[in-house]
């Protein structure tokens, strides 16, 4: 029985985002291209005689029951009967409410390191059942590499896979609330046909004949609060990017370079003026399985 699991937590982008409409439950019906990519945090999950426990040293992770991963390990425990508890150690390298998906990536991360930890068996309907109940986010997760997402971002399925070599991450290093972002968009969005048209499908091909046509309908609401990110877009385009385009919710900004000397220097300049600012590729769905467990 392994005593402990190592994990590797990647973020992800959105290579473009469609809000189509709110719908009766609050939500907002997506369109979108999800996309793992090589930055990742580090879990470590290792079996307690029954206590769910969080160690994360970022102070702005929390570490008790409102942690994504804490909620993940506990539904994952009342949908299989088990007793057995984990401590889950989470080393943070992805900023937070930023954007990446860190959260519910260590949510499906611990979803799928305690099925082998605790050598417990799930349908794989309820686990997705599951992830969902987490997060919007979180049934990606469990599939990694290029996805379309529809409904609430929470139906998820596999497309062909984007493969990008230099891309640049860059954060104006303050947290943008997911849920305000979508507020403020309800209060923007026209129901005019032109809003509700799904362009994602085109976007996928898109992706591949860069300059992308892809899009993100939460930049205009995200933009207007925060201008900053505004910036950080002409920046990355100043610098060279092809493509720039705000990841979810924001306040990432991911940069499409055409080569690495581009996308280094770009990095080395946006570091001096103070952003976080990280190069990363694509990870498709066979590496990201491949090396999820370490
Ligand atoms: O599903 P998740 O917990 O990540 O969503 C956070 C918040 O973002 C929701 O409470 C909701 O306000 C907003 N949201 C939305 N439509 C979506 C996804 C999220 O309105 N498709």
Redesign the pocket.
């Known amino acids: 029985m392994p005593s402990s699991i190592h994990v590797q937590s990647y973020a992800k982008i959105n290579w473009t985002l469609d809000?189509l409409f709110?719908r009766e439950d609050?939500?907002?019906?997506?369109r979108t291209i999800y996309q793992t990519v090589s930055l990742h945090d580090e879990l470590k999950l290792s079996e307690t005689t029954g206590a769910i426990e969080i160690a994360c040293e970022d102070p702005r992770v929390p570490c008790d029951e409102t942690n994504l991963a804490f909620k993940a390990a506990v539904l994952l425990r009342e949908a299989t009967g088990t007793s057995k508890g984990a401590r889950i150690e989470i080393e943070k390298r992805i900023p937070v409410a930023a954007g990446l998906g860190g959260g519910?990536s260590n949510a499906a991360a611990t979803l799928l390191a305690l099925i082998r930890l605790w050598q417990i068996e799930i349908d794989e309907r309820e686990l997705i059942r599951i992830a969902a109940r987490l997060?919007?986010?979180v049934p990606f997760f469990l599939i990694g590499g290029t996805a379309l997402g529809v409904?609430?971002?929470?139906e998820v399925s596999p497309i062909e896979q984007v493969h990008c070599e230099h891309l640049l991450l860059v954060n104006p290093g303050f947290a943008v609330s997911?849920?305000d972002?979508?507020?403020k968009l309800s209060r923007l969005t026209s129901s005019e046909a032109a809003s509700i048209i799904p362009f994602t499908l085109p976007a996928a091909k898109g992706i591949r004949e860069l300059p992308l046509v892809a899009r993100n309908d939460l930049e205009e609401p995200v933009l207007a609060a925060y201008p900053e990110i505004a910036e950080v877009k002409r920046r990355l385009l100043s610098l060279g990017a092809r493509h720039a385009l705000m990841s979810g919710?924001g306040a990432t900004v991911f940069g499409v370079f055409d080569n690495s000397e581009m996308a280094g220097h770009a990095e080395s300049e946006l570091r001096a003026f103070g952003y976080w600012a990280e190069r990363v590729r694509t990870v498709g769905r066979q590496e990201y399985h491949a090396t999820i467990f370490q």
Do not use: P, Q
Request: without cysteine.
């Open positions: 809000v709110k609050g939500y907002h019906e997506l519910s997060g919007s986010d409904g609430r971002g929470e997911t849920r972002a979508y507020e919710s």
